[in-house]
């Protein structure tokens, strides 16, 4: 804790900045990201290591000396046949659109060696989206997978780029990256290296990812990371788990696991992007890939290639615990993890237990952001992080807590996090008022409500999702944690709707879904809530069984969607009162 004097003549000020205790600070390499993984000391995959595989045919697979090396060929393709990184680095954006493909890593590293900026775009893109992300990156380049060739074509159409510049890549049954408008695959032998870089203030300034914020709430802004982000990012989440294995191998009681992966998230966002790409490189661990998400796909592949490992969203741990599809699919199981959204504690405990990773073990927490680089805190699922709690900040970042007035709040009372460290982002691309609005005094508002207890950080909601009904607040997310502990509820998001008798006030409106063909009306599910929370928080803003509550590609409920159904709704509703 600091205190810092104020100028006038009052009391000092509290200043409150939590950092990692046990390594509030480590030396992370100061080398470009590709130096990193493919040339250094720190990875752990050796050049016949599998790091890459397809689900569909295992055959079609990536070792890392063949990911060097599709990933030059790559690089000498984009440098010679589009000029990508010719007039110097981190200046042309080459746009990515696909689903999971075991070359998609070698697409992303491809374009960084090349001299490029990767930007991923999501693969449920409408054309006009898609636009709006081609224009503000300036892009001219953009590489798609066949099922979004269309989305791509219009797009480029609309775009004025050359009809060339559409590249099509394919993993199955050989890699090819093809012209859309003619089908000539522009792969060749020959190789173009990557410049390295030591320099940290060129590793800090080199932008060459662009993350695209998930626009759950409105237009999507690009997020703008370098190699210092990305480098640091990966080497802090694994530190403390290799200072742990190397106590192990001291004590004699090390034991290997082979480490395997299922991608089914979707790259374009930092979970799936850094995961798969980069985290699992780095630990030298294979990623098999799902073409797309498909919840009876994902349970028989992840007993078909053993998986070890899981990190998911917690809806798709909701079903997980929920689902009578699951039995011995994720018997070898050894280490669970989750994020993107917050997890309460009731689903951590049902869901850890139906995985059965180990006696005692839970689901770790993680917390972060597109605008950190992923994770800012993460725990170890055989460690006591605190039952619902988001983990332990990792290290070399510091985070506080503060109110509306940005004065650092007290223990047990609910304030914004903000945070400062390597992997906070280098700004909103093309978008300096968004950029400064992001940042108080040189620490970054991740918008994200928490509060300390006992030296642990529980997310209370996003702030702009919190309701406020006559001074009160609300967390939706507290209802939705409650909602799905009913034993015929599936999943639930709550949106605010108007007062009747108070336009600034809100409503909590919930939309659920049910587990298979359950029975339960509106009136029981009403009763259910109203039995556990104070009156204020009730669902008088009503209650609606759906079929699907509405997604992003990243798991994270479409609030945006529900209040424009909401909205429809609630006027039809009350034209009949």
């Known amino acids: 804790m600091t205190r810092i004097a104020s100028s006038m003549d009052t009391p000092a000020a509290i200043i409150r900045i939590y950092r990692n205790l046990a390594y509030p600070n480590v030396e992370w390499p100061k080398l470009d990201l590709l130096t990193l993984l493919f040339d250094s000391e720190h990875s752990l995959a050796t050049d016949d290591t599998v790091l890459h595989a397809s689900a569909e045919d295992p055959s079609c697979r990536l070792t890392k000396q063949g990911l060097k090396r599709l990933s030059q060929q790559i690089a000498h393709c984009l440098r010679a046949s589009y000029g990508i990184g010719a007039q110097g680095p981190n200046k042309d954006v080459v746009t990515v659109m696909s689903h999971g493909q075991s070359m998609a890593p070698a697409v992303f590293f491809g374009i960084i060696a090349a001299g490029g900026v990767y930007s991923a775009a999501s693969a449920s893109l409408t054309v006009d989206e898609l636009v709006h992300q081609v224009r503000l990156a300036q892009s001219q380049v953009i590489i798609c997978s066949s099922e979004v060739k269309d989305v791509a074509w219009k797009a480029v159409m609309t775009c004025h ?55 759950t709430t409105g237009v999507p802004k690009g997020v703008m990371l370098s190699h210092a982000n990305l480098v640091s990012q990966v080497f802090i989440t694994h530190f403390q788990g290799r200072e742990a294995a190397h106590k192990q191998l001291e004590q004699g009681t090390y034991e290997h696991v082979d480490f395997r992966t299922l991608a089914h998230l979707p790259a374009s966002h930092i979970s799936g992007l850094f995961g798969y790409f980069i985290s699992a490189f780095y630990g030298g661990g294979t990623v098999v890939w799902m073409r797309k998400y498909q919840w009876d796909q994902f349970l028989r592949y992840a007993k078909q290639y053993r998986i070890t490992y899981l990190f998911t969203v917690p809806s798709i741990y909701l079903r997980i615990a929920k689902s009578p599809d699951v039995t011995d699919q994720f018997a070898w199981l050894k280490d669970a993890s989750t994020g993107s959204a917050p997890m309460g504690a009731i689903l951590q405990t049902t869901a850890s237990a139906r995985l059965g990773i180990a006696e005692g073990a839970l689901i770790a927490p993680s917390w972060g952001l597109s605008e950190t680089t992923g994770a800012l805190t993460m725990g170890q699922s055989h460690q006591d992080n605190g039952m619902g709690s988001l983990g332990p900040i990792l290290p070399c970042l510091k985070v506080r807590l503060v109110d509306d007035d940005y004065n650092d709040v007290n223990d047990g009372e609910p304030g914004e996090l903000l945070v400062r460290g390597p992997t906070v982002m280098r700004g909103y691309l093309n ?38 009904y006559k001074g009160l607040q609300i967390a939706p997310a507290e209802l939705e944690h409650l909602l799905v502990t009913h034993p015929a509820i599936l999943e639930a998001a709550v949106i605010g709707v108007p007062a009747p008798d ?43 069984f759906i079929d699907e509550i509405p997604k992003n590609a990243s798991g994270k409920i479409s609030r945006r969607e529900l209040r424009e159904r909401a909205k429809k709704e609630v006027g039809r509703e009350r034209a009949k009162l």
């Open 161 to 215: 780029i050359r009809p060339e510049n559409v590249l099509v890549l394919e993993s199955i049954p050989s890699w090819s990256l093809r012209r859309l408008f003619d089908n000539v695959d522009i792969l060749s032998r020959r190789q173009l290296d990557w410049e390295r870089l030591t320099d940290q203030h060129q590793l800090e300034e080199s932008i060459i990812v662009i993350i695209w914020s998930s626009g």
């Open 431 to 468: 978008n300096a008022s968004g950029t400064k609005d992001a940042f108080h005094d040189g620490w970054f508002r991740t918008g994200d409500i928490a509060v300390r207890r006992t030296g642990k950080f529980y997310m209370v909601d996003r702030k702009k999702e919190l309701l406020k």
């Open 502 to 544: 108070d336009p600034s006030s809100e409503l909590p409106r919930a939309y659920v879904t049910v587990v298979g063909t359950a029975r339960v009306s509106v009136e029981e599910v009403k009763g259910f809530v109203k039995a556990r929370v104070a009156p204020y928080k009730q669902l008088r803003g009503g209650l609606v």
